[in-house]
């Protein structure tokens, strides 16, 4: 599906370890597992396609900055 974002789990055809990675047409960016290496074989894609999923998922992660954020400020005093 072009120009559609999707979460992709696949399996490292090396190690056997899954992979997590979110992608589109022009590549991606792995957010857990080992690195991709070309030997790899999808499982499963979800296209974020869905504005509720995408609000959920930016929810999330505005959460995780602001941990990043009060880590880091507790962390210079």
């Keep these: ?13 090396w190690t056997n370890g899954f992979q997590l990675s979110i ?8 957010l857990a597992g080992p690195k991709f290496n ?12 869905s504005e ?10 505005n959460k995780a900055m602001r941990q990043i954020k009060n880590t880091r400020k507790n962390n210079e005093h």
Excluded: A
């Design 38 to 49: 070309g030997s790899s074989e999808t499982i499963f894609k979800l296209p974020l396609d």
């Design 23 to 30: 992608d589109d047409e022009y590549g991606g960016y792995r």
């Design 52 to 61: 509720r999923d995408i609000k959920e998922i930016r929810s999330y992660l």
């Design 1 to 13: 599906m072009k120009n559609t974002v999707h979460l992709t789990v696949s399996k490292d055809g």
